[in-house]
């Protein structure tokens, strides 16, 4: 079964950090562009991040500049969103998806999300 995994999400304070990663299974990310989207109840799906195949990233959010970070370990066949001092605005369903290029608009595979949530 084709499929991407996401975990690492959590309940964190504001200021605080979370690992968010993204494994690949029945499938190698090594060809795919892999991107990163969260999403509030009631709001549209919002792009964060997104590594490309050969490692370069694209940043689809001002909001998260300088804070998150994306980078991918193709041996573990995983991507790894790093973030850093995460404000409460950071609540949200993140996803994971994998495409041709970052700018792919339809994902070829999507992970089943992952709650993360910033709160004292």
């Known amino acids: 079964q084709l499929q991407l995994v996401e975990s690492g999400g959590g309940l964190v304070q504001p200021g605080g950090s979370l690992r968010l990663s993204c494994a690949a299974s029945?499938?190698?990310?090594?060809?795919?562009?892999i991107g990163w989207f969260r999403q509030v109840p009631g709001k549209e799906r919002e792009g964060v991040l997104c590594?490309?195949?050969?490692?370069?990233?694209?940043n689809y959010a001002d909001s998260v500049k300088g804070r998150f970070t994306i980078s991918r370990d193709n041996a573990k066949n995983t991507v790894y969103l790093q973030m850093n001092s995460l404000k409460p605005e950071d609540t949200a369903v993140y996803y994971c998806?994998?495409?041709?290029?970052?700018?792919?608009?339809?994902?070829?595979?999507w992970g089943q999300g992952t709650q993360v949530t910033v709160s004292s």
């Open positions: 590594i490309s195949s050969s490692g370069g990233s694209l």
């Open positions: 029945g499938f190698t990310l090594d060809n795919y562009a």
């Open positions: 998806a994998a495409s041709p290029t970052c700018t792919t608009v339809e994902a070829s595979y």
